[in-house]
T-cell receptor, first 113, second 113 residues
Framework: SQTIHQWPATLVQPVGSPLSLECTVEGTSNPNLYWYRQAAGRGLQLLFYSVGIGQISSEVPQNLSASRPQDRQFILSSKKLLLSDSGFYLC????????????FGPGTRLTVT | AQSVTQLDSQVPVFEEAPVELRCNYSSSVSVYLFWYVQYPNQGLQLLLKYLSGSTLVKGINGFEAEFNKSQTSFHLRKPSVHISDTAEYFCAVSRGGRRALTFGSGTRLQVQP
């Protein structure tokens, strides 16, 4: 069966500090990978998605970036965090030839102070 | 492009009462439909999905949903809710393949004793 991991689970970072969130998927190959952000009391905002190694599509221009160095690894980064980057970050995967259903990780709660 | 509208941001209901969470979508092509549940500080869990065939689909935790193509709706129902059903529920639509899901804004179900 497939599993998806995210770490860290929680993170408190000062404004201007860098960020690196990691997501890995097990039990599948060539998945589509997604990063979402969920601000407090808000819905899901798609940030990035990837259909393969090194292939990243950005949905929202901002100070965040994503990379996919390996088939089942997806990393969300920032060089300098802003207060507005606070939120709940969710990674998800879907089968490459599926019908769109996505499976989510447990999330990372980021607080920028 | 497709869009999803969840008509109720909050639905309060008493324990053991029936509940319906409404979802309407718009799309110029055939789509696949999903309902997800999110408990506090957790990732999203797939409740059920409509891919094809019978328009009444059953999911986990006693939930079911009915696809109505003429009304472009996919409402979620449960005949008798439990306190543990208190959560945020998201409706989502996909055209399949590697495309990202389009999510509704979510409905908070609050089950009261």
């Amino acid at each position: 069966s497939q599993t998806i991991h995210q770490w860290p689970a929680t993170l408190v970072q000062p404004v201007g500090s860098p960020l690196s969130l990691e997501c890995t998927v097990e039990g599948t190959s060539n998945p589509n990978l997604y990063w979402y952000r969920q601000a407090a009391g808000r819905g899901l905002q798609l940030l990035f998605y990837s259909v393969g190694i090194g292939q990243i599509s950005s949905e929202v221009p901002q100070n965040l970036s994503a990379s996919r160095p390996q088939d089942r690894q997806f990393i969300l980064s920032s060089k300098k965090l802003l207060l507005s980057d606070s939120g709940f970050y969710l990674c998800a995967w879907s089968p490459g030839t599926g019908r769109g259903e996505q499976y989510f990780g447990p999330g990372t709660r980021l607080t920028v102070t | 492009a497709q869009s999803v509208t969840q008509l109720d941001s909050q639905v309060p209901v008493f324990e053991e009462a029936p509940v319906e969470l409404r979802c309407n979508y718009s799309s110029s092509v055939s789509v696949y439909l999903f309902w997800y549940v999110q408990y506090p500080n957790q990732g999203l869990q797939l409740l059920l999905k409509y891919l094809s065939g019978s328009t009444l689909v059953k999911g986990i935790n006693g939930f079911e949903a009915e696809f109505n193509k003429s009304q472009t709706s996919f409402h979620l129902r449960k005949p008798s809710v439990h306190i543990s059903d208190t959560a945020e529920y998201f409706c989502a639509v996909s055209r399949g393949g590697r495309r990202a899901l389009t999510f509704g804004s979510g409905t908070r179900l609050q089950v009261q004793p």
